[in-house]
């Protein structure tokens, strides 16, 4: 196992499956031990042991990431089992395919709560450890879909909001070795990926195909690294040119 990024300890959410895992995975291989933490507390162990298989140390943790009193039991839990935390990568997200009229203000909450209060629980939980870290990294999971408009307004303004507070948060590290940033998928071979829309995704995409979890958990892998120090408040869009283009309606 490389030791790229040497002793540090990375908390990943959603890392049950989909982008969490393969990110999980990737800064797994860099040599980060990885907090695997979900809401669904089997998948999240379930990323854990293919972690401990390959030579990671790794914990799984059952948190619903929207209590705040979740975010500080979590920061307890990670000390005890892992350490210190240095890289905090929020991937958790959810998508309610509801237009409009047919959002209601209890799934506008939980969209918003899941994708936006959640990453910022998280970072007020955890900003102590970062700024002590030898170098702390704050890695949001925002969509192209927040860079522009989308069918589902739920969900592309809780990602634009999400870009927002990625570059806000650059004022709150102002001065230490903290670096704040976001990656903005297009459509991605994950459980939230319409199916029956993929084809034509595809066909939209001036490289021929939908992304796959490694393909942004790559990126995800430079922005965690020492070597990245420069790059802060930024959301890099990946989506194999798609957005730049065309639309996947």
């Known amino acids: 196992m490389s030791s790229t990024l040497g002793s540090a300890v990375a908390v990943v959410t959603g890392a049950g499956g989909g982008l969490g895992a393969a990110t999980a995975k990737i800064l797994g291989d860099l040599g980060l031990a990885v907090a695997c933490v979900d809401i669904d507390e089997v998948a999240a162990q379930r990323t854990a042991d293919e972690l401990k298989s390959a030579g990671t140390e790794s914990a799984a943790f059952g948190v619903d990431i929207t209590s705040e009193s979740a975010a500080t039991s979590l920061l307890k839990a990670v000390h005890v089992e892992l ?23 209890a799934s506008w909450r939980q969209v918003m709560d899941v994708n936006v209060t959640a990453p910022f629980l998280l970072t007020q939980a955890f900003a102590d450890d970062l700024r002590r870290a030898e170098f ?13 408009g989308y069918e589902y ?9 999400l870009i927002n507070l990625t570059s806000s948060l650059m004022f709150d590290f102002w001065g230490t070795s903290v670096t704040v940033n976001a990656v903005a998928p297009g459509a991605m071979d994950t459980p939230m990926l319409d199916r029956a829309a993929a ?31 420069g790059v802060n408040g930024t959301t890099t869009v990946i989506d194999g040119g798609a957005s730049l283009l065309f639309s996947y309606k």
């Open 83 to 105: 350490g210190a935390v240095s890289h905090l990568v929020n991937i958790a997200g959810i998508l309610r395919r509801t237009h409009l009229a047919d959002t209601d203000v």
């Open 136 to 148: 702390g990294r704050v890695i949001n999971c925002a969509s192209f879909a927040g860079t522009r």
């Open 153 to 161: 307004p739920a969900y592309a303004a809780s990602k634009a909001a």
């Open 199 to 229: 084809e034509r995704m595809s066909a939209k995409t001036p490289t021929g195909r939908i992304l796959d979890p490694e393909d942004v958990a790559a990126v995800i892998a430079f922005l965690a690294a020492r070597s990245s120090r």
